[in-house]
């Protein structure tokens, strides 16, 4: 999927959970950026960062390809 500014989005489980990223820092996902649309804020190469509204928490950066548009 590409992604763009202004996309609501989701993380996807099974492509963040065995990623490099995922084995660099905690393993422990909150469950929110996998069931809640996130908004593509900003984008930098490979990576798009994400903003959570739902609830207050700090913006995400992912690479693109861990998103999914959220449905």
């Known amino acids: 999927m590409a992604v763009k500014k202004g996309d609501l989005v989701r993380a996807v489980r099974e ?3 065995n990623s490099i ?10 469950p929110y950026i996998f ?3 996130g908004e593509v804020v900003d984008l930098r ?3 798009a960062l994400v903003k959570f509204g739902k609830v207050p928490t700090p913006n995400i950066w992912l690479r693109a390809d861990q998103l999914e548009a959220f449905k």
Do not use: N, V
């Open 21 to 30: 990223e995922a084995k660099a820092s905690d393993t422990r996902f909150p």
């Open 35 to 37: 069931d809640s649309k």
């Open 15 to 17: 492509k963040l959970e």
């Open 45 to 47: 190469g490979d990576y």
